[in-house]
């Protein structure tokens, strides 16, 4: 199998349970992570849950805030109605916009989409929508004037073979420009070799200058846009290479976009985007996650920007639902500056953030509801999420909850082995009777033998329960095990624990 070739710096990916190349003169650049300073607060040590604050929703898919003083959110509704929460009056019943006449809302994943509210709403009462549209589902980008009740479509992308993979998030960058997402077609496998082409939309993350029109376009493409001038490829494209992108946000503090692409099967990723990086290979097709992909759209040479984060669906999950930095006031103490994302399936609540090496914190800091489709904020920052069945809307908030393990881990490695010893410790006030330990190992490792325990390997994913003689761990106390693995080229130690559901603290 050939090595992949990175345009950035190898960065540390996760397991859990879940991509044209570039004309010679724009090769792709170096991806750096940007961020502030970290909170001094671990992440196993945060604790996030959520509070529901209306319910009636039908289907819910997207949320955006107002920025006009009001303190309202919409909410999109697959059927191609828009609803208004304010938290002082609810839920309003009837929806402000509607456009179901235009809405192709069959399968599971059309219907409308996604929001953007632009930075002179207050002003221009503008909305921008993504939708797929009728008679054929083709994915649709338009703008929306509420106060003339207005529908203007702008640019449209051909979708019909296939009802899923079609992205639309949208969200206006720091430079004011509407970037918008559509995935690579659908089907399975990426039939239509679409996420490595440049002559389609498809499997792509787009930016277009929405204040202006150019010619017979409604809007004009910037001109420092990756592609503008290249031979056959659409101007309009700033990433590729994705399959199916369904939610992607900024950073509002570095302006930095955090993705999160839906996995074939094995892997579902989120990218982290330093700001002004268009032009970047994200892998897909020939890639999934930091695997080759089986049968893959590759090309010899071609460099592909790595995730920053993978999981496996293994473990429950099937749609990672990218979420948002938290830059709010009210636990900015906690969570200042880590990225929040979940997944539809699991629910699992992911905190990721730079560890100022190269490489990403990771843990699993509590659940969302259940089918939660979208992750927003509030104006102020604070997060909100909507779930799809049965439709509601959740206030998110963050505590500190100290682990109860702690897991210190000792890595030997040679040539294409290497063993793993680890101590876990109860850092609790109970004793902890009967465990079961759960940590992913990075790819390309196979668990061969192990000690002190019954261990099981699914994909990259490790369940490591108690044996007879060391079922019980008293308050303070530390019981020990370990395993003889094979790797690949990553010898490196499991980056996160849980001991009976519990995020566990990793020392060394």
Known sequence: MSRRHWAGPLLLALLLTAPLSLPAAAAPPTRTAVAEDAPPVPL????????????????????AAADDGTDRLFITQKSGTVRVYHPDTGLAPNPVLDITSAVDESGNERGLLGLAVPPDFAESQDLYLAYTALPDGAVTLARYRLDESRLEVLLSQEHAEHSNHNGGQLAFGPDGHLYWSIGDGGGSADPLRAAQRLDTLLGKIMRVDVSRSCGELAYCVPGDNPFVGSPGAREEIWLYGLRNPWRFSFDDADGSMWIGDVGQGRWEEVDHIAPGQGGLNLGWSCYEGLEKFPGGDCVA??????PVFTYSPYTGGCSVIGGRVYRGQEYADLVGGTYIATDYCSSTVWALRPDGQGGYEQAEIGEMPTQVTSIGATADGELYVVNDLPGGLHRVSFAREEPTCRVDRAVTAWGTGSTVDLTVTNTGSTPVNGWTLEFPLPLGQTVVSDWNTDLTQGSNTIEAAAASHNATIAPGASITLGYLSEHTGDASAPPRFMLNGDACAVGD
């Open 301 to 306: 040479g071609e460099s592909y920007t790595e």
């Open 44 to 63: 196993p040590s945060l604790s996030a849950t959520t509070t529901q604050v209306a319910s009636g929703l039908r289907r819910p898919t997207a949320i």
